[in-house]
C-alpha cells in the first residue's frame, strides 16, 4: 500500500487547511485510516482517524477544530483543519492498516505510511 499526502503549507493563525491522502496497491486490506502529527521534540500522536464503516476517532482537544472524512470509491481521506493554532505545527503524515477503531484506542500501529506533509501556522 502506499499513501500519498498533500495539502500542507504555511498559514496563519486562526485558518484552516484541507490534508488529502490518497491510497493505492493492496487497499483491500486497509480498515482504517488516520492522520498523526509530530511536532519538534514531541512524541507523535494520532490526530484522527477514520473506518470504512464511518466510524471515528479525534484527539479529544481537537475535536470540533478537526474534521477527518474519507471516499472508499476514491480510496481517499481527508482532514480539514480549522482555527489552526501555532501549536498546531507539525508534520502531518497518513497512515492506514487493518485496524479497528477500538484498536487505535488501544494504541494499535497502523502497519502503512505516508511521507508527511509539514503544516506551519504562524502567529
Known amino acids: 500500500v502506499q499513501l500519498v499526502e498533500s495539502g500542507g503549507g504555511l498559514v496563519q493563525a486562526g485558518g484552516s487547511l484541507r490534508l488529502s491522502c490518497a491510497a493505492s496497491?493492496?487497499?483491500?486490506?486497509?480498515?482504517?485510516m488516520g492522520w498523526y502529527r509530530q511536532a519538534p521534540g514531541k512524541e507523535r500522536e494520532l490526530v484522527a482517524a477514520?473506518?470504512?464503516?464511518?466510524?471515528?476517532y479525534y484527539e479529544d482537544s481537537l475535536k470540533g477544530r478537526f474534521t477527518i472524512s474519507s471516499d472508499n470509491a476514491k480510496n481517499t481521506a481527508h482532514l480539514q483543519m480549522n482555527s489552526l493554532k501555532p501549536e498546531d505545527t507539525a508534520m502531518y503524515y497518513c497512515?492506514?492498516?487493518?485496524?479497528?477503531?477500538?484498536?487505535?484506542?488501544?494504541?494499535?500501529?497502523?502497519?502503512?505510511w505516508g511521507k508527511g506533509t509539514l503544516v506551519t501556522v504562524s502567529s
Open positions: 496497491g493492496s487497499i483491500f486490506s486497509i480498515n482504517a
Open positions: 497512515a492506514a492498516g487493518p485496524v479497528t477503531i477500538a484498536q487505535l484506542r488501544a494504541n494499535y500501529e497502523m502497519a502503512y
Open positions: 477514520i473506518s470504512r464503516g464511518g466510524r471515528t
